[in-house]
């Protein structure tokens, strides 16, 4: 698979296997690669992504303030197209999953304005996924 940017691999912690299975599977619709008793590959949009069966960790992520929001620190996601991040949203209330900060459009009308939502896998891992109404405008100051 031939792409225009680099893929990226990224292998995050969770504590139950079953439920990462359920979850980006089943509710992000994430299509399942390699796997054993430990670990799950998956593809995240042209991107190995990785669960890994890992000890719970203790204490809870930061978080850093943004447009009066608490935005989870860490977090990982995808910039998707729009219509792409709409229906998302809209798989993401079908299955009932609870927003950190529910799906709304920032920078209206200005350089870089943009629809982001936060959320995290049954393990804790916050997820940040964006949609650029101007792709060019990802770096937009």
Do not use: C
């Amino acid at each position: 698979m031939s792409t225009p940017i680099p893929r990226f691999h990224l292998a995050m912690p969770v504590d139950d296997l079953a439920a990462a299975r359920r979850f980006y599977g089943e509710v992000l619709g994430l299509a399942q690669g390699r796997s054993t008793d430990t670990w799950i590959d998956w593809n995240l949009h042209g991107h190995q992504f990785v669960t890994h069966l890992a000890a719970a960790r203790a204490g809870g992520g930061a978080h850093n303030p943004v447009d009066g929001h608490d935005v989870p620190v860490p977090h990982f996601g995808l910039i998707l197209p729009v219509p792409e991040f709409h229906r998302l949203a809209e798989r993401l209330r079908a299955a009932d999953v609870t927003f950190v900060i529910e799906p709304y459009l920032r920078f209206a009308g200005q350089p870089g304005e943009q629809w982001t939502m936060f959320l995290h896998d049954p393990a804790g891992n916050a997820l940040e996924f964006k949609a650029f109404a101007d792709d060019t405008q990802v770096f937009a100051v």
